[in-house]
């Protein structure tokens, strides 16, 4: 794991008034279908090209139009593992509560990189309860551009240090951001953690609480 001191900043959660939030693996049980797996049978490249449109479609539609290459026995199945992960989708236990602490305290954005139709578990644990949605599909920048977080700064009128990033994902969620001169903390369910990282969404809480 690189140390800290490789990045522009460290965390000050002083100004902190809006959290982002990423969505699988940090505010939902992560996705088990690797798509890859489902384009075997053609080559590295081609995987390489389709998997990029598929980060690119707009709905579930334009997914099974980028897959056109695909059998319709094999299209059929593809619709059918992205359905049966789809209901294996659950929130983490502490998600809710996590959030409910969070709503009347700070703006909270969910920002997730993910293809259509991964947007309804999100949709429909957590509209009613976050401020926006940020999902890569509809964006111009993904997660790991730099102008992926101008864009954030921009849109919700934050300056830097009033945007603290978290996600289970080291460069999307933390390294980017912080590159960003956002602050950020990774998630690492694992309990393999470094010095700006979490085990648990609840010691979030209380770092929020001691910053106060």
Do not use: C
Request: hydrophobic fraction near 35%; avoid cysteine; aromatic fraction near 12%.
């Amino acid at each position: 794991m690189k140390n800290t001191e490789d990045y522009v900043i460290t965390n000050e959660l002083m100004d902190v008034n809006t959290i982002v939030l990423d969505a699988y693996g940090t505010l939902l049980t992560p996705s088990t279908l690797r798509v890859r797996k489902i384009l075997d049978d053609f080559s590295v490249d081609k995987q390489k090209e389709i998997y990029n449109l598929l980060k690119k479609a707009q709905d579930f539609d334009d997914v099974l139009e980028i897959i056109p290459f695909l059998s319709k026995q094999k299209k059929e199945q593809f619709v059918a593992n992205i359905e049966k992960d789809l209901r294996n989708i659950k929130p983490f236990d502490e998600s809710f509560s996590i959030l409910d602490y969070l709503k009347d305290k700070y703006t909270i954005i969910v920002d997730s990189n993910l293809i259509p139709p991964y947007d309804q578990p999100i949709k429909e644990n957590f509209w009613t309860i976050v401020d926006d949605m940020v999902l890569s599909f509809q964006e111009q920048f993904k997660k790991w551009e730099k102008e992926h977080y101008k864009m954030l700064k921009k849109r919700f009128w934050k300056e830097w240090n009033e945007i603290l990033f978290v996600g289970d994902n080291y460069k999307n969620d933390y390294e980017y951001p912080k590159r960003s001169w956002m602050n950020a903390l990774h998630l690492q369910r694992d309990g393999k953690t470094h010095v700006e990282s979490v085990e648990t969404l609840e010691e979030l809480l209380n770092l929020l609480k001691l910053s106060k």
